[in-house]
Protein backbone atom coordinates (compact mmCIF):
# COMPACT_ATOMS: atom_id res chain seq x y z
CA UNK A 1 0.00 0.00 0.00
CA UNK A 2 2.00 3.63 -0.82
CA UNK A 3 0.63 6.55 -0.01
CA UNK A 4 1.24 10.53 -0.29
CA UNK A 5 0.53 13.30 1.85
CA UNK A 6 -0.49 16.61 0.55
CA UNK A 7 -0.47 19.24 3.03
CA UNK A 8 -1.28 22.93 2.54
CA UNK A 9 -1.48 25.60 4.97
CA UNK A 10 -4.63 25.42 6.37
CA UNK A 11 -5.79 29.26 5.94
CA UNK A 12 -5.45 29.31 2.26
CA UNK A 13 -7.80 25.89 2.21
CA UNK A 14 -11.40 26.48 0.46
CA UNK A 15 -13.18 24.00 2.67
CA UNK A 16 -12.12 23.20 6.18
CA UNK A 17 -10.17 26.65 7.10
CA UNK A 18 -8.13 27.53 10.68
CA UNK A 19 -9.03 25.88 13.47
CA UNK A 20 -10.13 28.42 16.98
CA UNK A 21 -6.26 28.74 17.59
CA UNK A 22 -4.98 29.36 14.13
CA UNK A 23 -3.20 26.04 13.68
CA UNK A 24 -4.65 23.88 10.69
CA UNK A 25 -7.31 21.35 11.00
CA UNK A 26 -5.89 17.69 11.44
CA UNK A 27 -5.09 15.45 8.52
CA UNK A 28 -7.95 13.66 6.66
CA UNK A 29 -6.98 10.17 6.15
CA UNK A 30 -8.44 8.92 3.05
CA UNK A 31 -8.43 5.24 1.56
CA UNK A 32 -9.04 4.76 -1.77
CA UNK A 33 -9.16 2.24 -4.72
CA UNK A 34 -8.44 5.11 -7.62
CA UNK A 35 -6.25 3.90 -10.37
CA UNK A 36 -2.83 5.74 -11.12
CA UNK A 37 -4.27 8.37 -13.33
CA UNK A 38 -7.05 9.15 -11.23
CA UNK A 39 -4.38 9.62 -8.54
CA UNK A 40 -2.88 11.74 -9.90
CA UNK A 41 -6.09 14.15 -10.76
CA UNK A 42 -7.18 13.39 -7.28
CA UNK A 43 -4.12 14.95 -5.76
CA UNK A 44 -3.75 17.89 -7.93
CA UNK A 45 -7.19 18.92 -6.83
CA UNK A 46 -6.93 18.39 -3.44
CA UNK A 47 -3.82 20.47 -3.68
CA UNK A 48 -5.79 23.41 -5.77
CA UNK A 49 -8.56 22.88 -3.17
CA UNK A 50 -5.84 23.50 -0.03
CA UNK A 51 -6.86 20.74 1.69
CA UNK A 52 -4.54 18.55 4.10
CA UNK A 53 -5.41 15.07 3.02
CA UNK A 54 -2.79 11.64 3.72
CA UNK A 55 -4.50 9.53 0.80
CA UNK A 56 -3.55 5.98 0.90
CA UNK A 57 -4.17 3.82 -2.18
CA UNK A 58 -5.49 -0.27 -1.75
CA UNK A 59 -5.70 -2.28 -5.46
CA UNK A 60 -9.09 -2.88 -6.18
CA UNK A 61 -8.35 -6.48 -6.18
CA UNK A 62 -7.27 -6.60 -2.23
CA UNK A 63 -9.79 -3.61 -1.13
CA UNK A 64 -12.77 -5.00 0.25
CA UNK A 65 -10.24 -7.69 2.25
CA UNK A 66 -7.99 -5.01 3.14
CA UNK A 67 -11.10 -2.54 4.34
CA UNK A 68 -12.60 -5.03 6.19
CA UNK A 69 -9.40 -6.07 8.14
CA UNK A 70 -8.93 -2.47 8.98
CA UNK A 71 -12.26 -1.74 10.62
CA UNK A 72 -12.77 -4.98 12.18
CA UNK A 73 -9.39 -4.07 13.92
CA UNK A 74 -10.67 -0.14 14.65
CA UNK A 75 -7.20 0.62 14.37
CA UNK A 76 -5.95 3.43 12.55
CA UNK A 77 -9.04 3.92 10.65
CA UNK A 78 -9.44 5.97 7.91
CA UNK A 79 -11.30 8.71 7.88
CA UNK A 80 -12.94 8.58 4.70
CA UNK A 81 -12.70 5.31 1.99
CA UNK A 82 -13.85 5.42 -1.33
CA UNK A 83 -15.58 1.49 -1.89
CA UNK A 84 -16.95 -0.50 -4.58
CA UNK A 85 -20.84 -0.20 -3.89
CA UNK A 86 -20.84 -4.00 -3.83
CA UNK A 87 -18.94 -4.13 -0.76
CA UNK A 88 -21.57 -2.06 1.48
CA UNK A 89 -23.57 -4.99 2.82
CA UNK A 90 -20.59 -6.21 3.91
CA UNK A 91 -19.50 -3.09 5.68
CA UNK A 92 -22.76 -1.32 6.45
CA UNK A 93 -22.78 -1.96 10.45
CA UNK A 94 -19.28 -0.35 10.22
CA UNK A 95 -20.24 2.60 8.98
CA UNK A 96 -21.96 6.29 9.34
CA UNK A 97 -24.73 7.19 7.71
CA UNK A 98 -24.42 10.06 5.47
CA UNK A 99 -25.52 13.46 7.03
CA UNK A 100 -28.66 14.93 5.58
CA UNK A 101 -27.15 17.85 3.78
CA UNK A 102 -25.09 15.24 1.78
CA UNK A 103 -28.28 12.83 1.11
CA UNK A 104 -30.03 15.84 -0.17
CA UNK A 105 -27.74 16.78 -2.91
CA UNK A 106 -29.10 16.66 -6.19
CA UNK A 107 -28.28 12.45 -6.96
CA UNK A 108 -29.46 10.91 -10.22
CA UNK A 109 -31.68 8.13 -9.11
CA UNK A 110 -29.37 5.38 -10.43
CA UNK A 111 -26.70 7.14 -7.91
CA UNK A 112 -28.71 7.31 -4.97
CA UNK A 113 -29.68 3.71 -5.41
CA UNK A 114 -26.04 2.87 -4.94
CA UNK A 115 -25.98 4.16 -1.07
CA UNK A 116 -29.24 2.75 0.22
CA UNK A 117 -29.64 -1.01 0.78
CA UNK A 118 -33.28 -0.39 1.67
CA UNK A 119 -35.84 2.13 2.88
CA UNK A 120 -33.83 4.33 5.55
CA UNK A 121 -30.49 6.25 5.83
CA UNK A 122 -28.39 6.48 2.73
CA UNK A 123 -24.83 4.49 3.79
CA UNK A 124 -22.31 6.55 1.25
CA UNK A 125 -21.98 9.28 -0.94
CA UNK A 126 -22.24 8.22 -4.93
CA UNK A 127 -19.20 9.35 -6.51
CA UNK A 128 -19.02 7.02 -9.90
CA UNK A 129 -21.83 5.02 -11.71
CA UNK A 130 -20.36 1.81 -13.80
CA UNK A 131 -21.69 -1.15 -15.13
CA UNK A 132 -21.86 -3.17 -18.27
CA UNK A 133 -22.06 -1.16 -21.67
CA UNK A 134 -21.13 -1.68 -25.28
CA UNK A 135 -18.43 0.57 -26.97
CA UNK A 136 -18.75 0.71 -30.49
CA UNK A 137 -17.04 1.69 -33.42
CA UNK A 138 -18.87 4.87 -34.84
CA UNK A 139 -19.03 3.77 -38.45
CA UNK A 140 -20.46 0.36 -37.17
CA UNK A 141 -24.29 0.68 -36.74
CA UNK A 142 -25.59 0.27 -33.71
CA UNK A 143 -27.52 -2.85 -33.11
CA UNK A 144 -31.13 -3.69 -33.74
CA UNK A 145 -31.94 -4.26 -30.05
CA UNK A 146 -29.75 -4.47 -26.90
CA UNK A 147 -30.14 -7.82 -26.83
CA UNK A 148 -27.24 -10.32 -26.79
CA UNK A 149 -28.25 -12.19 -29.97
CA UNK A 150 -28.77 -8.69 -31.76
CA UNK A 151 -25.39 -7.69 -30.29
CA UNK A 152 -23.47 -10.95 -31.84
CA UNK A 153 -25.65 -10.69 -35.00
CA UNK A 154 -24.35 -6.61 -35.45
CA UNK A 155 -20.72 -8.74 -34.65
CA UNK A 156 -20.65 -11.16 -37.41
CA UNK A 157 -22.17 -8.79 -39.68
CA UNK A 158 -19.05 -6.43 -38.98
CA UNK A 159 -16.72 -9.70 -39.65
CA UNK A 160 -14.19 -9.41 -42.15
CA UNK A 161 -10.71 -10.39 -43.46
CA UNK A 162 -8.77 -8.12 -41.54
CA UNK A 163 -11.25 -8.27 -38.59
CA UNK A 164 -11.86 -11.67 -37.54
CA UNK A 165 -13.05 -11.16 -34.46
CA UNK A 166 -15.26 -8.05 -34.44
CA UNK A 167 -16.43 -8.38 -30.66
CA UNK A 168 -14.83 -7.50 -27.05
CA UNK A 169 -15.16 -9.23 -24.45
CA UNK A 170 -13.73 -10.52 -21.24
CA UNK A 171 -13.97 -13.70 -19.58
CA UNK A 172 -14.95 -12.57 -16.46
CA UNK A 173 -18.52 -13.23 -14.01
CA UNK A 174 -19.62 -9.74 -14.45
CA UNK A 175 -19.36 -9.75 -18.47
CA UNK A 176 -21.56 -13.10 -18.27
CA UNK A 177 -24.30 -11.55 -16.41
CA UNK A 178 -26.39 -10.13 -18.83
CA UNK A 179 -26.71 -13.78 -20.65
CA UNK A 180 -27.14 -15.20 -17.61
CA UNK A 181 -30.38 -12.98 -17.00
CA UNK A 182 -31.54 -13.51 -20.91
CA UNK A 183 -31.94 -17.37 -19.72
CA UNK A 184 -33.57 -16.47 -16.29
CA UNK A 185 -30.63 -16.63 -13.60
CA UNK A 186 -28.68 -14.21 -12.36
CA UNK A 187 -25.47 -13.76 -10.36
CA UNK A 188 -26.68 -14.99 -6.85
CA UNK A 189 -26.96 -18.24 -4.90
CA UNK A 190 -29.93 -19.56 -5.85
CA UNK A 191 -29.92 -17.88 -9.40
CA UNK A 192 -28.09 -20.57 -10.90
CA UNK A 193 -30.32 -23.66 -9.60
CA UNK A 194 -31.85 -23.76 -12.66
CA UNK A 195 -31.09 -24.73 -16.32
CA UNK A 196 -30.77 -21.74 -17.59
CA UNK A 197 -27.69 -21.18 -16.07
CA UNK A 198 -25.73 -23.76 -18.15
CA UNK A 199 -27.00 -22.40 -20.91
CA UNK A 200 -26.11 -19.05 -20.64
CA UNK A 201 -22.74 -20.35 -19.34
CA UNK A 202 -22.61 -22.31 -22.89
CA UNK A 203 -23.59 -19.72 -25.14
CA UNK A 204 -21.22 -17.06 -23.33
CA UNK A 205 -18.52 -19.66 -24.19
CA UNK A 206 -19.55 -19.94 -27.89
CA UNK A 207 -18.69 -16.32 -28.53
CA UNK A 208 -15.01 -17.10 -28.05
CA UNK A 209 -13.17 -18.20 -31.23
CA UNK A 210 -15.89 -17.05 -33.04
CA UNK A 211 -17.03 -13.22 -33.02
CA UNK A 212 -14.66 -12.87 -29.63
CA UNK A 213 -10.83 -13.74 -30.12
CA UNK A 214 -8.91 -16.23 -27.84
CA UNK A 215 -8.73 -15.04 -24.65
CA UNK A 216 -5.09 -13.47 -23.76
CA UNK A 217 -3.75 -14.54 -20.72
CA UNK A 218 -4.98 -14.12 -17.26
CA UNK A 219 -4.18 -10.59 -15.90
CA UNK A 220 -3.39 -9.07 -19.65
CA UNK A 221 -6.92 -8.42 -20.25
CA UNK A 222 -6.96 -5.14 -20.01
CA UNK A 223 -3.72 -3.74 -21.70
CA UNK A 224 -4.75 -6.43 -24.90
CA UNK A 225 -8.43 -4.94 -25.22
CA UNK A 226 -7.20 -1.23 -25.57
CA UNK A 227 -4.62 -2.67 -28.32
CA UNK A 228 -7.04 -4.42 -30.42
CA UNK A 229 -9.62 -1.52 -29.84
CA UNK A 230 -6.82 1.36 -31.30
CA UNK A 231 -5.84 -1.13 -34.10
CA UNK A 232 -9.49 -1.72 -34.96
CA UNK A 233 -9.29 -5.24 -34.38
CA UNK A 234 -12.79 -5.08 -32.85
CA UNK A 235 -16.26 -2.94 -34.03
CA UNK A 236 -18.04 -3.75 -30.62
CA UNK A 237 -16.50 -3.82 -27.26
CA UNK A 238 -18.46 -4.90 -23.84
CA UNK A 239 -16.83 -3.07 -21.19
CA UNK A 240 -17.75 0.46 -19.04
CA UNK A 241 -17.33 3.50 -18.30
CA UNK A 242 -13.85 3.07 -16.51
CA UNK A 243 -12.25 2.05 -20.06
CA UNK A 244 -13.88 5.64 -21.97
CA UNK A 245 -10.95 7.48 -20.66
CA UNK A 246 -7.60 5.65 -21.99
CA UNK A 247 -9.85 6.02 -25.38
CA UNK A 248 -7.59 8.12 -27.82
CA UNK A 249 -9.95 9.15 -30.87
CA UNK A 250 -13.46 10.11 -28.80
CA UNK A 251 -14.99 11.18 -32.12
CA UNK A 252 -14.67 7.44 -33.53
CA UNK A 253 -16.81 6.23 -30.20
CA UNK A 254 -20.19 5.43 -30.05
CA UNK A 255 -22.28 3.80 -27.19
CA UNK A 256 -25.12 1.54 -26.50
CA UNK A 257 -27.13 -0.53 -24.08
CA UNK A 258 -26.62 -4.39 -23.63
CA UNK A 259 -29.51 -5.76 -21.95
CA UNK A 260 -30.11 -6.95 -18.67
CA UNK A 261 -26.29 -5.54 -18.26
CA UNK A 262 -24.92 -5.24 -14.32
CA UNK A 263 -24.92 -1.74 -13.13
CA UNK A 264 -22.74 -0.22 -10.57
CA UNK A 265 -20.81 2.19 -8.81
CA UNK A 266 -18.51 3.94 -6.15
CA UNK A 267 -19.23 5.10 -2.80
CA UNK A 268 -17.22 7.56 -0.44
CA UNK A 269 -18.06 5.68 3.01
CA UNK A 270 -16.84 6.82 6.45
CA UNK A 271 -16.33 4.18 9.12
CA UNK A 272 -18.05 4.44 12.48
CA UNK A 273 -14.20 4.27 13.74
CA UNK A 274 -12.79 7.29 11.89
CA UNK A 275 -11.08 9.63 14.64
CA UNK A 276 -12.28 12.50 12.24
CA UNK A 277 -15.71 11.55 10.67
CA UNK A 278 -16.91 15.29 10.48
CA UNK A 279 -13.41 15.82 7.98
CA UNK A 280 -14.21 12.62 6.58
CA UNK A 281 -17.84 13.62 5.04
CA UNK A 282 -16.44 16.80 4.46
CA UNK A 283 -13.68 15.90 1.97
CA UNK A 284 -16.98 13.26 0.30
CA UNK A 285 -18.91 16.67 -0.31
CA UNK A 286 -15.65 18.10 -2.19
CA UNK A 287 -15.27 15.27 -4.17
CA UNK A 288 -18.96 14.94 -4.95
CA UNK A 289 -18.97 18.99 -5.68
CA UNK A 290 -19.81 20.13 -9.17
CA UNK A 291 -16.46 21.44 -10.20
CA UNK A 292 -14.55 18.01 -9.33
CA UNK A 293 -17.27 15.90 -10.35
CA UNK A 294 -17.36 17.69 -14.29
CA UNK A 295 -13.46 17.51 -13.72
CA UNK A 296 -13.37 13.97 -13.69
CA UNK A 297 -16.20 13.68 -16.48
CA UNK A 298 -14.23 15.81 -18.90
CA UNK A 299 -10.83 13.90 -17.77
CA UNK A 300 -12.42 10.45 -17.88
CA UNK A 301 -15.70 10.43 -18.96
CA UNK A 302 -16.51 9.43 -15.63
CA UNK A 303 -20.24 9.54 -15.54
CA UNK A 304 -21.01 11.94 -12.80
CA UNK A 305 -23.58 10.88 -9.77
CA UNK A 306 -25.45 14.39 -9.59
CA UNK A 307 -27.93 15.56 -12.48
CA UNK A 308 -26.25 19.56 -11.81
CA UNK A 309 -22.79 17.55 -13.40
CA UNK A 310 -24.59 15.36 -15.70
CA UNK A 311 -25.52 18.46 -17.59
CA UNK A 312 -22.11 19.46 -17.80
CA UNK A 313 -20.71 16.43 -18.94
CA UNK A 314 -18.81 15.55 -22.17
CA UNK A 315 -21.16 13.88 -24.80
CA UNK A 316 -19.36 9.92 -24.09
CA UNK A 317 -20.09 10.77 -20.21
CA UNK A 318 -23.75 11.34 -20.81
CA UNK A 319 -24.26 8.59 -23.26
CA UNK A 320 -22.80 6.03 -20.77
CA UNK A 321 -24.88 7.33 -18.52
CA UNK A 322 -27.92 6.64 -20.78
CA UNK A 323 -26.79 3.30 -22.17
CA UNK A 324 -26.76 2.27 -18.42
CA UNK A 325 -30.04 4.07 -17.01
CA UNK A 326 -31.98 0.56 -17.45
CA UNK A 327 -29.27 -1.74 -15.90
CA UNK A 328 -29.54 -3.56 -13.25
CA UNK A 329 -27.60 -3.52 -9.91
CA UNK A 330 -26.01 -6.72 -8.44
CA UNK A 331 -28.04 -8.29 -5.20
CA UNK A 332 -27.15 -6.07 -2.48
CA UNK A 333 -25.97 -8.96 -0.82
CA UNK A 334 -22.66 -9.26 1.34
CA UNK A 335 -21.80 -12.54 -0.58
CA UNK A 336 -22.06 -10.96 -3.79
CA UNK A 337 -18.60 -10.16 -4.20
CA UNK A 338 -17.32 -12.99 -3.13
CA UNK A 339 -19.04 -15.66 -6.10
CA UNK A 340 -16.84 -14.37 -8.63
CA UNK A 341 -14.04 -16.27 -6.95
CA UNK A 342 -16.03 -20.07 -7.95
CA UNK A 343 -17.77 -18.35 -10.82
CA UNK A 344 -14.63 -16.66 -12.49
CA UNK A 345 -12.12 -20.12 -12.94
CA UNK A 346 -15.31 -22.37 -13.97
CA UNK A 347 -16.08 -19.80 -16.77
CA UNK A 348 -12.46 -20.14 -17.63
CA UNK A 349 -12.16 -23.65 -17.67
CA UNK A 350 -15.33 -23.83 -20.00
CA UNK A 351 -14.09 -21.34 -22.70
CA UNK A 352 -10.85 -23.00 -22.44
CA UNK A 353 -12.70 -26.74 -23.47
CA UNK A 354 -11.54 -28.11 -20.20
CA UNK A 355 -15.15 -28.44 -18.75
CA UNK A 356 -18.70 -28.20 -19.64
CA UNK A 357 -21.47 -25.57 -18.76
CA UNK A 358 -23.17 -28.37 -16.80
CA UNK A 359 -20.13 -29.66 -15.19
CA UNK A 360 -19.04 -25.96 -14.18
CA UNK A 361 -21.89 -24.75 -13.42
CA UNK A 362 -22.79 -27.66 -10.60
CA UNK A 363 -19.27 -27.07 -9.13
CA UNK A 364 -20.16 -22.93 -8.88
CA UNK A 365 -23.14 -23.86 -7.46
CA UNK A 366 -21.93 -26.17 -4.79
CA UNK A 367 -19.13 -22.99 -4.29
CA UNK A 368 -21.90 -20.65 -3.81
CA UNK A 369 -24.15 -23.04 -1.19
CA UNK A 370 -20.82 -23.21 1.24
CA UNK A 371 -20.75 -19.90 0.98
CA UNK A 372 -24.51 -19.09 2.06
CA UNK A 373 -24.17 -21.55 4.35
CA UNK A 374 -20.89 -20.31 5.87
CA UNK A 375 -18.67 -22.11 7.84
CA UNK A 376 -19.67 -24.89 9.93
Not at 119 to 141: F, T
Not at 166 to 182: A, F, T
Not at 205 to 210: I, L, W
Request: overall charge negative; glycine content about 8%; charged content about 20%.
Amino acid sequence: MSSRLIAIACCAATLFGCGEDGAPPATIRFLHTFNPDETELFNATIAERGLAVDSSLVPFARGQQVISEILHAKTGCPDLIRIDATWLPGLRAQLLPVPPELAALDWTPEAAALGQLEPGPAWGVPQAVDGLIVIRDSASPAPATASIADLIAASRAARSEGRRYPLGIRVDGYWLVPWLRSEGADLAAGGIDGPGAARALASFAAVFGDVAAPPPPSGSEAPDELRRWNAHEVAYWITGPWQLGALRDADRVAVSAIARAPRGGQLLVVPACAKNPDQGWRLAGELASLPVAIKLAQAFSTVPTRISALASAPPLARAAYEALRGAEMLPRVAVTPLLFDDLNPALAAVVAGDATAEEAIEGVRRGWGRLVRGPP
